[in-house]
Structure formats: C-alpha cells, structure tokens
C-alpha cells in the first residue's frame, strides 16, 4: 500500500509543553521541523493544574526565558492572577506563581508554533522509530505507515504513551481529558532496548463555579504590582484586572469518607500498576499518610475567563464517582457542589532516564532525544526546560556544534537533568529549591545574568537581548562600587530616616553599603539620603540591593562552586570498563558502567558510588599520566 515519506531535520512526537519548546528551538534555529500531535486542539494543553511558576519552577521558567524559550512569554500574555510566593523569606526562594486561563495559553502556544518559520504541525499518532545499520536515529514511522526521514528526533510523549485513566472501578484507555493515547510507539522503543517504567499521576475534578458559595471560603488576591515572567515583557503591559482564587479546607467527615472508602481506591485496591509522584499525593494519600492532620488545604482556582469550570487544588484523587460526590461536597463552601469532570488518576509509560546523557540523547540511539514527562519527571515547568535542552541539543548534533550541558552551579535546569540522568528515579522527579546546592546564586532575578550568554552563543537570544543584558550586569558593578563610597554621616535627615525604621542610630559615619546590609533597611528605602543617586531601572536596583545585603553567603557559595566545578572539569573517559579500575567496589563498577558519567562530579552523585570509590578514580586518573598518556592528555585537554 502506498505511503507519504517525507524529509526533515528534525522529528519532533508530542506537542506539550516539552514539544513545543523543542520543536520551536530547532525551527528557530534554522532546521526544517516537524512536531507530531494526536490532536492539534491539544498543542500545549494543561491536563492538570491551570498555572505556571510556583515554588522552584518559577525558577526554571526564568531560565527557559533566558535560554530563549518560550513559556515565560506565553504565560505573561496569558495570566489571569499572578503572585510572588515567599516574599517573607530570602531571595533564593522567592518564586513567581502564575493562574493561567487554560484555553488561552495554549492557543496562544499554538498561535506561535503556527507562525514560526521551518515548523510543520502534523495530526498523527507515531508508532516507530527507525534507525540505520548503526543504530542512528534515521526517522519516525506513523500508524497510518507514513514515514518521515530525520537526521535527529525528539520524544515529548507525556502522560499519553499506553495511558489509561481510572476513576474508582471504572477505566478507560484514553490520555488525559479523554484525549486519545498513543498505543504502539512503546513496543519499537523496547525493540530498540530501550527500558521503560510505568508511572502515574493524577488531577482533581473540575466542578461549576455557579455551584459553590464563596462566602465560606477565603479570598486569595494576586499581588498589586505584577512582575513578569519573561525579561522582555514590559512590566507595564502585565498590570491588569486580576481574578481571585478562592481557600478551603478538608475535615473529619472528609476523610471519614475517604477512610471509609479506601478498598475502592485503585491506588490502594492494587489496580494501579504505576508509581505516583511522592510530592504531589492523591487526597487518600494525604489521609492516610497524614492521618494525625484534621485538614489540608484546598485551593478553588479559575480555569480561565470564558469557562465556569474551578479546579479543586490539593484533592486529586482517583475514587469513585460515587465518593467523589459525596466527598467534595463535604468542603466549607462545596456543599452544594456540581462536578463539571470527575477526578482521575492516569498511568503512562516513560523511560529510565539514567539511559540519557546529559545532553537529553539516548545513549543507545545516537540522534535520538528526549524531553518531559517521558523521561519521569512531572510538571509543566520541569518538561518545557528538559524540551528546550533536547531541542538545543537535536540541533547542534545536526550542526555539528557542541552540545549545551547546564551544570548543577549554572541552573536549576542543570539539577533537574543531573538529577534524573544520574540519580535513580523509581517515582515522578518534582524540581524543588532545596534540591539546588547553590540556590544564592540561582535565583529567579538573576536567570538572565546567569544563561543569557549561553542563549545567545546557541543562535537563541538577539544581539540586542543580549547587549542589554552585558549593559545591565555593568550598571549592577558601577552602582554597588558607587555605593560603598558613599559616606553618611550622624546629621539629622540621616537619624530620622533610621528611626522611621527602627533600626539603630548612628555614632559615628559609615557607608551606604553598611546600612544597606542592615536588615530593616534596602537600597530604595535609603534613596531620600543618596544625594547624588543615579537613575537606574528596578532591575538593576533589585540585583544591587541583593548582591549588597547578602555578599558573604553570595561569596562562600562562589567558594563551593570553585571546589565543584574543580570535580566537574576531571573528565572521565566516554565507554569506559571501570572494571579496570582495581580497589573500586562490585556496586560502584556497576552503577558506574551503567551510568557512564562524564566526569568526576557527575561520578560523584551517582547512588551507590561512595567518596571511597572517587578517591580510587582519582587514583586511577592521575596514574593514567603514566600508563597511557594519550588518554591522560586527551582528557585534560577537553577541559574549558
């Protein structure tokens, strides 16, 4: 029967929130893409919770931005409410948390991939992929037998590979909201040797907004002055009228319910085959491994501006529907409550990501890549930066170029993948902030300081993007050694601003750095006795005043970091057989050989491998000067 072949750079299967960052970083980068969807309706849809940002992933969308992808952009366009979590705590932790209207920001997605040049959007359900005689990715294969010649592919899967959904007793074999699964492409995959997990996850229901009284819930305001996503967005343009999300809680009779109910949970009823994400529990779990809390928090928040539906944060759950009626209706404000979507848990298959390197591509199958909840991590934010590196990383294979691998010191986007490619992961990986060693120095405010660089050298960030940012981190120099040579004296404005503070007067001068440190005290809150400040945009004054107040732990880290980056410049050789390697113990020459890490760091961090084995490497690195220097010298010289 006759079938359409068609050639590409690059093969882009799944159109999520990796797929599109993927499939616009190669386009963007000159290759002819092709981005696979099972449906296009669904192109960077939000199966789950309507919001982008929070806690940690604020941070990575930041550096998505950075890098020159396009989430930060799409949600700033998009928000119906925005707030910025942990202002009471230190900068390190502050993280931007955005309401999305759902319907809105994946058009908008769909908007851009449509008008992107080099970009083609298909409606297909891929079943295979090809490979040549030397296990090079070669192509992709559709069920329809359509076939579509590649020099490199990108997996964004999902949840959809194999996917069922299961509310109580009831399953049905479909992708998220009811969408339709990818049936075959796991099959080719596990021909091609490749290891597969089954995981699960889960989402609340959606329910009426004319059902719920909001009088006996709490009012959650987003913040008055709106800070963007995006380092391009004009803060101006994201002031607008926001809407409010709503708090309630659980109770005894809730969970009595759910108690009671328990042996009709697939979760607990054994049906679930999968592991389900450990920070992100079903509602049952949270009564039963929490069985000491009489509530938990429940957040009621619009799924956007044109629909009624309220996604009921905190309770997912894959009960019954039965339960869930009764269940939901016991929460202050929901006693009357009309379920639009019942709740549901959903299985899928995904790989052992410590089959990748850092680079996002298989070790396996030269030229093949992947990205997103595929490789066994969960969230939104977490697929689109994995989606963006392996788009990155498809293209310079293509052009020949280096790959672009984040460190664990660069970028919460080089923890996360360090994380999932050497660390073993049984159940769905959630980026947190105290996963990220030198979080000082990965903050959220200065994404662009620290990866604009690397976006551009990639072909990612304009000349203009980039000049702002090379201007901006000269101002922040200028202006803190400005500042440590203004003297302030005891006069009388000086002491009455002080005080209006309560903070300490003085006995003697100073200087303005001095008092910025101060806790009660900033650089803005200072201006009235910095006579000759210059005028400096409130980027620049933000990354001033911080650098100031916390330049000792800023440096310390800078300290960790050297010693750090002295383990991830040991290079290791690539295919190596740490059998050679005499004194090393059984699971270190295991995991070892499994994992072929790159370097010491990396060697390091792997479960399993003890500082006893690295100081055995080392050994065996600095031997090698002697043994075969060829290899000695090849590895050192790779160093930057």
């Not at 928090?297 to 799924?303: D, L, S, Y």
């Not at 440590?484 to 100073?510: C, F, H």
Request: charged share 25%; proline share 5%.
């Amino acid at each position: 029967m006759p079938a359409i072949e068609e050639t590409y750079d690059v093969c882009v299967v799944g159109a999520g929130h990796a797929g599109c960052e993927a499939a616009l970083a190669c386009a963007r980068l000159g290759l002819e893409t092709i981005i696979f969807t099972v449906s296009v309706d669904s192109i960077a849809m939000m199966p789950c919770n309507p919001n982008i940002g929070g806690s940690s992933k604020g941070h990575l969308v930041r550096e998505i931005d950075a890098l020159g992808g396009e989430m930060g952009k799409n949600i700033d366009k998009t928000f119906i409410q925005s707030k910025m979590l942990n202002k009471s705590k230190g900068p390190a932790v502050h993280s931007l948390r955005a309401q999305a209207d759902k319907a809105a920001y994946s058009m908008e997605m769909r908007k851009t991939l449509q008008n992107t040049d080099h970009l083609t959007i298909r409606q297909a359900e891929v079943s295979e992929i090809l490979t040549d005689d030397e296990n090079h990715i070669c192509g992709v294969k559709t069920v329809s037998g359509a076939k579509y010649n590649c020099k490199a592919a990108v997996l964004c899967t999902g949840t959809y590979l194999r996917a069922r959904c299961l509310t109580g007793e009831m399953i049905t074999h479909t992708g998220p909201n009811g969408l339709q699964p990818a049936t075959h492409l796991t099959d080719s995959l596990v021909a091609h040797g490749i290891e597969m997990y089954r995981f699960k996850t889960g989402t609340p229901a959606r329910v009426d907004k004319r059902s719920l009284d909001f009088s006996k819930m709490q009012e959650q305001f987003g913040d008055e002055k709106v800070v963007p996503f995006s380092f391009t967005t004009n803060p101006d343009d994201v002031q607008i009228d926001q809407v409010s999300c709503w708090l309630t809680y659980t109770n005894p009779k809730t969970h009595e319910i759910i108690r009671n109910n328990l042996d009709r949970s697939p979760i607990y009823a054994g049906i679930i085959e999968g592991t389900g994400p450990r920070y992100c529990p079903s509602i049952e779990d949270k009564v039963v491994k929490f069985a000491d809390k009489e509530r938990h928090q429940i957040f009621i928040e619009p799924e956007g501006l044109n629909t009624n539906e309220m996604y009921v944060g905190g309770m997912s759950s894959s009960l019954p529907e039965d339960v869930q009626h009764e269940m939901y209706r016991t929460l202050p404000g929901l006693e009357h409550v009309k379920i639009v979507r019942n709740a549901y848990a959903i299985e899928y298959d995904c790989i052992n990501p410590n089959q990748l390197y850092a680079s996002l591509e298989f070790k396996k199958i030269p030229g093949l890549f992947s990205g997103g909840q595929f490789n066994g991590s969960s969230g939104y934010e977490e697929a689109a930066c994995q989606g963006l590196i392996a788009g990155i990383n498809a293209s310079m294979k293509i052009l020949g170029k280096k790959p672009c691998i984040l460190d664990r010191s660069e970028a919460y986007i080089g923890v996360l993948i360090d994380d999932l490619v050497t660390k073993e992961t049984h159940e769905p990986y959630r980026m947190m902030t105290s996963r990220a060693e030198y979080r000082l120095l990965l903050r959220q405010d200065n994404a662009d300081l620290r990866l604009t660089k690397k976006g551009y050298e990639i072909g990612l960030i304009s000349k203009e993007r980039y000049d702002w940012v090379c201007k901006k981190e000269q101002l922040i120099d200028e202006e803190i050694k400005r500042v440590d040579q203004v003297k302030i004296g005891a006069s009388k404005e000086v002491q009455s601003l002080l005080e209006s503070y309560g903070s300490i007067p003085l006995n003697t001068g100073t200087t303005l750095t001095e008092l910025i440190r101060r806790p009660e005290l900033d650089y803005d809150k200072l201006a009235p006795i910095d006579k000759d400040r210059p005028e400096l945009p409130q980027e620049v004054t933000e990354q001033v005043n911080i650098n100031i107040k916390y330049d000792g732990y800023i440096k310390r880290q800078i300290k960790q970091v050297e010693h750090f980056k002295k383990l991830e410049k040991k290079k290791l050789p690539e295919n190596f057989d740490y059998h050679e390697i005499s004194g090393l113990r059984i699971e270190a020459t295991q995991k070892l050989n499994l994992y072929q890490p790159l370097n010491i760091g990396q060697a390091s961090r792997i479960s399993g491998v003890t500082p006893a084995d690295v100081s055995v490497i080392l050994v065996y690195l600095e031997q090698l000067k002697y043994s075969n220097p060829d290899l000695f010298y090849q590895l050192n010289s790779s160093e930057d």
